[in-house]
């Protein structure tokens, strides 16, 4: 057992300095009756490091890998390249196998880390401050609703039909424990957005009204007039990103008034993985500090006045207030958190224009060109790197028609909104800077051929 | 606006004994670092892109013009800034990290090459499901494991973290006792719980009572069955407790907890110490969440992620979230979603969080539960067991430890201040171990014990790296009975001296802001 380094000398003469005849002595306080005396029946017994790698490897293999096919998906998470030195980063042992920063002399290295994190996610959504991260874009916006609610003394919510369906489910589901309101719709397969309606239905009770950008269906509005409808009424904007990227081209949420943002960090540095682990951002204005939830990094000096960093503000937190803290959070998502500061750190103000440029630039040619296929319809008048058709036929067998052709086509709205008969035509397909001519080439001929 | 590479060093203190200054601040290995918006340039980047033409048409109007602040390094300056940076933190790849109820354990390293491997790390979380049958198959078997080793009904996989779990569990009792027509309004919680679980209680809408803990450090059964009536709805307790004690009367609480009609939340954060050697499902638990971060391995990172699924008795696993993976007659796996809930899971409380899980977590602890299996893993909490009770019984001559009496520790031992001269208390030897190079223990939990010590050494440390651990407490112990003040000084040779707190607090800093705007702001 690779694992452990007692050997059975040790474990005897160990016995033996704690007065023990056996290591049953030491579980005498398990019930006799809940005690296994022998090894739990139906599991295999310990296994080589070689022989496990062969079973994770061949679990391993019985996946379509994005990076082996033409790969168009995106809905809340896409596929970018990460450079090699971010997950070396990552793989660092001091950040590794570090713990939460509780002793900060020793724990400078995380800390100061977090510290740039806050600021680059700051900056990117236009806001004053960030917190040191939440577990995913999904809770991190439920986590909005909840602070706006503090903030306005408010139970309402109005959250746009462009706010991803998974990210609306978790609100649901957290608000039907919490008794909190929230207003909600389905999203139209049009060019337009339902900023007009949103504006309209801010009443005053309205605590948050929560718009994401860009929506569900890739399109783009501008915040400003949903900023100040909402602001009149006393309602704050809860702006949501589940494509950061993004904000290297097209203005931050913070610029046109959106009181909290909220994000999926997911997309810079930390790779697709199945869903999980992603990186939840947070950011808002200075004033609503002793709401935010979740950790915060701070700048102080130490005894001899060298600048240095702390966890802060944990006054807020269930460590310190238990039942009043203002969110139960008691981790956050820190290694990711170092994946998307690294490649940020490395892409810079430069390479993410770039990154933002070029994936813009891929998604117009892409939407061009599927959309001269006869009877395919572009739904967006504005999108960055995502966009939604509307096929003649329904989308969900479309894309595993296209599975079979080895190509993965986009996600079908029918997957995201299923039993819903105005959207089973619609396929949103993302495009990033990953994808290559030839990739553009098979998805327009398997999309062409499931058509025909 | 400009982002200055401002030349920043740290002052070194002219008076410093014994200690030369140097120009650059740094002391030979110990390298100080800017921070990155003192290094980088807004027109430097470490990526090679082509510049791309955009005409603007399709972003609304809406281009980002203005500078966003964000400086760039190249490739082996960004390396350095992080390698350095990474220098400055502990960690337990350097040493013993005895951080009592974090469970600090060796991270394999063939996990974090079993999680990159590309069908788990670079698949997307709604392709098609035949086209996911191999990541979908390794949720499902760790799924089989977490419900073997805990002997309970169901499992939810996706919640995010420890606490994630908590909320999950709490949710599910909410949903059964709604479903029964009987909505109850208060959580019991004992006063030596971790602070997350008043505070997922509350979040869950309940009102939090404590129940107070008896003189052995347990759970006081009598004081718990006066306080058991139609309004409690769960009493949620840590077993092994936070002050490492088994709780002996565990079966008796939870028939009186279900005898009042409500149900017995366990907080899992200890699964380790009793792993492979007790079932939770015969101790009468209905829900606990498993932190996959402590007793199977996956690693820290700093503060996350973790993961926290959570097994779920008869009663409860109806009202589990969505979704979840199932396995098929035909062999193949399905997860289950919105859609076909109604048929299959009609009762799911809902969704916590958009997608799956934590898979990278998941390969990581199956890849750990295969390779220790089902004999290791009970090694596991007998060496985490043994090594707990060697540290309790090698250091209880020279600290207070105040359940010494009561038995035997499970995988960590309490010790707290009681003793030492005037002045000194925990945190004072705690940053005195630092210097020894040494992780201090959690310090000042759980809030029972007086200037409590925790001490959790776990199963991966070798009786060699102990008995070192020992030789420097039983040092600093004395020390501090002795009234040696110069522990207040300490740590002195870790990169920074004891950290203001309170400034930090008092005038928050949480962001860089470039000199000329900090003046500004003044």
């Known amino acids: ?452 | 606006m400009t982002v200055n590479p401002s030349g920043w060093r740290p002052t070194t203190p002219a008076n410093e004994e014994g200690g030369a200054q140097t120009v650059t601040g740094n002391r030979a290995l110990q390298l100080e670092e800017p921070l990155l918006f003192e290094r980088g340039r807004l027109d430097q980047t470490g990526v090679d892109l082509p510049d791309a033409k955009v005409s603007g048409q399709r972003l609304s109007g809406l281009q980002r013009n203005r500078d966003i602040g964000l400086p760039g390094l190249s490739e082996p300056e960004m390396v350095r800034h992080y390698t350095r940076l990474s220098r400055q933190n502990y960690a337990i790849d350097l040493g013993l990290f005895p951080l009592g109820s974090c469970t600090m354990k060796h991270n394999p390293r063939l996990n974090e090459k079993v999680a990159r491997m590309p069908g788990f790390a670079d698949v997307h979380p709604l392709q098609p499901q035949e086209t996911v049958q191999g990541a979908l198959q390794v949720i499902n078997e760790l799924a089989f494991w977490l419900l073997d080793l805990t002997g309970m009904h169901g499992v939810a996989m996706s919640p995010k973290a420890g606490a994630h779990g908590e909320l999950c569990g709490l949710l599910c009792i909410r949903s059964a006792l709604e479903a029964r027509g009987d909505p109850r309004e208060v959580v019991l919680v004992p006063e030596s719980a971790h602070g997350t679980n008043p505070a997922t209680a509350a979040f869950a809408g309940y009102r939090v009572e404590s129940i107070p803990a008896n003189k052995a450090g347990r759970v006081d059964l009598e004081a718990l069955k006066a306080r058991l009536g139609p309004d409690v709805a769960a009493v949620m307790i840590t077993n092994p407790n936070t002050c490492g004690l088994f709780e002996p009367d565990m079966i008796a609480i939870s028939q009186a907890v279900h005898a009042a009609g409500a149900f017995v939340y366990c907080d899992g954060a200890n699964f380790n110490a009793i792993v492979g050697k007790v079932r939770p499902g015969d101790l009468g638990i209905d829900a606990m969440h498993i932190n996959l971060h402590k007793t199977f391995s996956t690693p820290h990172g700093g503060g996350g992620p973790g993961s926290g699924p959570v097994v779920l008795s008869e009663a409860l696993a109806p009202f589990g979230p969505l979704p979840f993976v199932a396995r098929m007659p035909d062999g193949t796996y399905k997860l289950v979603e919105e859609e076909t809930a109604g048929e299959e899971h009609p009762d799911a409380f809902g969704r916590m969080t958009a997608f799956h899980g934590q898979m990278g977590m998941f390969t990581r602890a199956l890849a750990y539960i295969l390779s220790h299996g089902a004999d290791g893993l009970r090694q596991v909490a007998e060496d985490a067991v043994l090594n707990a009770n060697y540290v309790l019984r090698s250091l209880q001559d020279v600290l207070d430890a105040p359940f010494a009496k009561s038995g035997p520790c499970m995988h960590e031992a309490i010790f707290s201040d009681k003793g030492f001269a005037e002045g000194l208390s925990t945190i004072d030897l705690a940053k005195a171990l630092i210097d020894e190079g040494f992780h201090p223990m959690t310090m000042y939990f759980p809030l029972v014990v007086h200037g409590a010590m925790l001490v959790e050494p776990t199963e991966t440390e070798s009786k060699a790296a102990l008995d070192q651990f020992i030789a420097a407490m039983h040092s600093i112990a004395e020390r501090a009975k002795a009234g040696d003040q110069s522990l207040k000084a300490a740590p002195l040779y870790a990169p920074r001296r004891r950290l203001d707190e309170t400034l930090a607090a008092r005038k928050p800093v949480l962001v860089y802001r470039e000199p000329e705007q900090a003046k500004a702001a003044e």
């Not at chain 1, 019985?62 to 596929?79: D, I, K, S, T």
């Not at chain 1, 702006?239 to 949420?253: D, F, Q, R, Y």
């Not at chain 1, 490395?346 to 939407?367: D, T």
């Open chain 1, 1 to 452: 057992m690779r694992y452990l380094p007692l050997s059975d000398t040790d474990r005897s003469q160990m016995l033996q300095a704690v007065g023990a005849k056996s290591i049953d002595d030491l579980f005498v306080d398990v019930p006799k009756a809940a005690r296994l005396d022998g090894l739990i029946e139906g599991l295999p017994l310990h296994a080589s490091e070689l022989a496990v790698e062969r079973h994770m490897g061949a679990l391993s293999k019985n996946n379509m890998v994005a990076g082996e096919v033409p790969f168009f998906l995106g809905c809340g998470a896409y596929r970018h390249h990460v450079p090699a030195s971010v997950d070396h980063i990552i793989q660092r042992g001091e950040f590794l196998t570090s713990y939460t920063p509780y002793q900060p002399e020793i724990a400078q290295g995380t800390l100061q880390m977090l510290f740039e994190f806050q600021t680059q996610v700051a900056r990117l959504f236009g806001c004053d401050i960030a917190n040191a991260s939440m577990y995913d874009g999904s809770t991190a916006c439920w986590e909005a609703i909840l602070m706006a609610g503090r903030v306005t003394r408010r139970e309402k919510a109005i959250l746009s039909s462009g706010l991803h369906p998974h990210y609306v489910s978790v609100c649901k589901t957290m608000a039907k424990f919490t008794g909190d309101a929230l207003a909600t719709g389905l999203p139209l397969l049009s060019a337009e957005t339902d900023a007009e309606q949103m504006i309209a239905a801010i009443d005053d009770q309205t605590g948050a009204v929560v718009v994401q950008y860009p929506d569900i269906l890739g399109r783009i509005t501008d915040l400003t007039p949903i900023a100040e409808a909402a602001h009149s009424k006393g309602a704050l904007l809860i702006a949501v990103v589940t494509e950061p990227v993004a904000l290297g081209l097209i203005k931050a949420p913070g610029e046109m008034g959106a009181d909290i943002v909220v994000g999926e960090g997911q997309s810079i540095g930390v790779g697709l993985q199945f869903g999980g682990p992603y990186v939840g951002l947070l950011a808002c204005n200075d004033k609503f500090v002793r709401q935010m939830p979740g950790r915060l990094a701070g700048e102080t000096v130490d005894a001899e006045g060298k600048r240095g960093f702390v966890l802060t503000l944990s006054t807020r937190e269930q460590h310190i207030r238990r039942e009043k803290a203002t969110s139960n959070i008691c981790t956050s998502s820190v290694l990711c958190a170092l994946a998307f500061t690294a490649h940020l750190t490395l892409l810079g103000e430069k390479g993410l224009r770039q990154l933002a440029s070029l994936n813009h630039a891929r998604a117009c040619e892409v939407a061009d060109r599927l959309a001269a296929i006869p009877g395919v319809e572009l739904v967006n008048s504005s999108f960055f790197n995502e966009f939604t058709l509307k096929l003649p036929v329904e989308a969900r067998p479309a894309v595993h028609d296209m599975v079979e052709k080895g190509v993965l086509g986009g996600v079908s709205l029918g997957r995201l909104y299923p039993d819903t008969a105005a959207l089973a035509n619609g396929l949103v397909i993302a495009v990033t800077e990953t994808v290559t001519d030839e990739d553009i080439g098979a998805l327009d001929a398997a999309l062409r051929e499931v058509l025909r």
